[in-house]
């Protein structure tokens, strides 16, 4: 009995305090987002803010329950949760409701429930079980595939669900990893990785080739430090080009450019091999890998671009990217978002004096793209507020999971501190243009019931832990 009174004593309420605080401008936002002067109660249960406010009080009480419940609870049957997600993530594609063309929610009474937001805190308690074994060693093989079919199963069932945004949150436990050990090249090569797609969608495939080509050269050069090596590089790749080029024309195929090129770098990518095994280069090996892997990327781009990406998601990058410009149609939202936040100004126009959002020039404000309405009503000093009081949960959240004694708890506290950290980047980064509108919701702020009792739960599962750190050793 003792150690249970304990848990409120040794809660940490300075994290409470700032999960209340965004709760409640939350609250007050969505408020100012779908007002109107026929509903002007903000205890109107037939609105947007009124369905809020219960959800929010149910949110106090799932809050509650965490708390009260025994914290090794959560570690014992971490798995069995998880298992219970994946089960409920592969229901909802059978027996779902489809909104907005995305069959992603259960409807129950009325009430629309989102199984893809328990998966962020399932899977996060399934990685930090995972991560905490005795036996478990991350630098081997089997345990990057058994971290990757936790994270891949219910992303992967979640893109099923044609909710590509949700999905992409489960790649932020790399980062979870990273401070557990992982490998720093893994996140150089994810880092590759997301500039090869970018610049694949920006270029087209003769450009991406020499682009790739000059890369290795130049690479090589470095690795060697011989301006020399770099020089002969350029030089063989140019020659041998003009060579395939030369004799194209005289026998008439007509190749195209890319085609050539594709023949030169097949040529010049043999002969190098045959070059560093010669003269017992190990560099060559690397560099051959490097290129390989790139144009793996960069060919895997086209196909994941137009067959698994959405049209409307192809076209909101489409959009971010500069590859075209629509803002009446596709970029209608994005044009709309960054004119309410930029009107605001340093101090903005006044609570319920947004023109942008009080005649409902930005479609989903009240969800995804909420914080306009901070910026154009409260303006930058507002935003500034919100914003920091994000980045100071993070940062407490943090060094909560630094001071855990217990493998477990950090692993999960780290997690969730990354899951809102993607959440809070994304979503503000989208409504000021400089990240695609992937449709995911702003921790403590959006409206729904899904998001705000899954983003209760998961931060209140830490605070459970972080109350009993000193009970918990593994």
């Not at 698994?308 to 629509?326: E, F, P, S, Y």
């Amino acid at each position: 009995m003792k150690s249970r009174n304990n848990i409120w004593l040794n809660l940490d309420w300075i994290s409470v305090i700032v999960y209340l605080t965004l709760v409640i401008l939350g609250w007050i936002n969505i408020y100012a987002a779908v007002y109107s002067d026929e509903h002007q109660s903000i205890l109107d249960m037939g609105q947007r803010y009124g369905k809020q406010l219960i959800w929010i009080i149910a949110g106090a009480f799932l809050a509650i329950m965490v708390l009260t419940v025994d914290s090794k609870f959560y570690a014992a049957f971490a798995y069995h949760i998880y298992g219970i997600t994946i089960f409920l993530l592969v229901a909802v594609l059978i027996f779902g409701k489809e909104i907005n063309g995305a069959r992603a929610w259960f409807e129950i009474g009325g009430v629309a429930l989102q199984p893809a937001e328990l998966g962020k805190f399932a899977t996060n308690l399934a990685i930090a079980k995972c991560l905490s074994q005795f036996e478990f060693k991350m630098q081997k093989m089997n345990s990057y595939l058994i971290l990757g079919a936790l994270i891949g199963v219910p992303a992967i069932l979640i893109i099923l669900q044609n909710d590509t945004g949700s999905a992409l949150v489960f790649g932020v436990f790399i980062l979870v990893f990273f401070r557990e050990g992982l490998n720093g090249m893994v996140l150089f090569w994810g880092f590759a990785a997301a500039t090869l797609f970018i610049l694949s969608l920006l270029i087209n495939e003769f450009q991406m080739l020499v682009f790739l080509l000059s890369i290795s050269v130049a690479t090589y050069g470095f690795l060697r430090q011989s301006v020399k090596e770099t020089l002969v590089g350029f030089v063989s790749v140019s020659g041998i080009f003009g060579l395939i080029w030369t004799i194209d024309a005289l026998v008439g195929l007509g190749g195209t450019p890319f085609q050539l090129l594709l023949i030169t770098t097949a040529i010049v990518g043999v002969l190098f091999i045959v070059y560093g095994i010669i003269n017992h280069i190990r560099e060559a090996w690397r560099i051959f890998l490097f290129f390989l892997f790139a144009v793996g990327i960069s060919v895997s781009v086209n196909y994941f671009y137009n067959n698994v990406m959405a049209a409307h998601q192809r076209d909101r990058i489409d959009q971010l990217l500069g590859i075209k410009i629509d803002k009446l149609n596709k970029g209608y939202n994005l044009n709309q978002s960054k004119i309410a936040i930029g009107s605001g100004g340093l101090l903005g126009k006044g609570f319920l004096q947004g023109t942008q959002t009080k005649y409902n020039f930005v479609p989903e404000q009240s969800t995804d793209f909420i914080f306009c309405t901070v910026g154009e009503e409260w303006g930058f000093v507002g935003s500034t507020v919100v914003v920091g009081l994000f980045l100071f949960l993070l940062v407490r959240l943090i060094t909560l999971a630094e001071r855990q004694r217990s493998q477990f708890s950090r692993v999960y506290g780290y997690g969730v501190a990354c899951i809102l950290f993607f959440h809070i980047a994304i979503n503000i980064s989208m409504t000021i243009g400089i990240a695609p509108v992937i449709g995911i919701p702003l921790p403590f702020f959006s409206y729904g019931g899904s998001s705000l009792w899954a983003f209760t739960v998961l931060l209140f599962i830490f605070l459970r832990l972080d109350a009993s750190r000193t009970e918990n050793l593994r």
